[in-house]
């Protein structure tokens, strides 16, 4: 934590998000940035102290400027740290004979199906030692940050066996120590059914609830718990079981919902009360209506639709109902490899219907929601976490029509500048 106070001033733009704390936003407030021009914000203790015009900020601190770090955001964007809801971060290997597989005509499922795809992640992930997965991990988590990532949350589910998935969480947990990049655990031993128990998923279930969930749960590795709700991978009755399993040692449920076909994954999402449902390519409009209802949140991951050739989920009709939409990489070897927010942003505004407003409420303050941080981080308010991106770009507008290019100019994490 920097001793120093840190002074951003003079922002062409300056999105607070203020007053989104408590819950995620929703319908027209998506578009509500809550922008201040020639904005200043005050650092220090790793919190915002301070957020106001440059002129009333100058004048608060006058005493204490020769005492504090200066950063000039004179015709730039400062935003707060960008949240990534939804990321398979710890894994080794990669699948760049499966994506030319794909671009020949064969399908994510049957890649799937005759072994590759999570599978082979899964073999390549048990044979890493715990050091080299950290590695490869970290150079990915890098990455993040310099695309002006501050929280990201990541997920188990290569492992598959109780050793690995401890493993993977171990990782994380060593990253969110490590890195200045802060990571939120999610639990999902239900990313697929391993060719041990492929005679007899059930079993697999049964060790998922009986086994990992309670050994997950006891050692305090992981928040969350997701399940990969898919034809062909766990059913909405098994999926049920793992979150309710989750829910009794209280792991929150998140879900991968109506990603290739329509499954009832938004409707089971709703049910249970699940902090998020994610991908919902297929969401059935009755799904839609039931997580409006329900406050479930869309993690909506146009990165991974665009990278499988696949029409993405229609987030302006979610927004349009009601449901409190983020963005996400989804980061994974198979379906979205990638670890750029500011690329997911865009895709959201072309693909999906959404403003560059409604895009940075998603990439932000609903992110946050999403990983249950809405109170610590994804606004510029003062008592949160200092955390805040400046972009080379004099207007959030820009950000998102200067598409394909990383803008993001410096990363300031906990108060602490970590990209310059
Ligand atoms: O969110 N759909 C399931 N899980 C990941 C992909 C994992 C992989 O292919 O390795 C996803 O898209
Ligand atoms: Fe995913």
New binding site residues.
Partial sequence: MSKKPTFIRNASQLVTLAGSSNAPLTGEKMNQLHIIENGSVWLEDGLIQYVGKDEEAAERYKERLADAEIIDAAGKLVTPGLVDP?T?LV?AGS?EN?FNMRLQGAT?MEI?NSGG??H??TSATREASHEALFEESRKRLDQFLLHGVTTAEAKS??GLTIENEIKQLEVAGQLHEQHPVDIVRTF?GA??VPSEYKSNPDAFVGMIIQEMIPEVARRNLAEFNDV?C?RG?FTPEQAKRILEAGLKHGLLPKI?AD??EPYEGAELAAAIGAVSA??LLRASDKGIEMMAEAGVIAVL?PG?AFF?MAESANGRKMIDAGVPVALST?C?????PTVSMPLIMNLGCLKMGMTPAEVLTAATINAAHAIKRGKEIGSLEKGKKADIVIFDVPNYMQLQYRYGVNHAHTVIKDGVVVVD
């Fill in positions: 939804h398979h894994y699948r499966e994510y799937m795809g999570i082979a992640t589910g290569y999902m990313h697929a990969f898919e991978v991968h990603e290739i994610d991908h991951l991974t499988l989804d994974n070897p198979g379906s979205s």
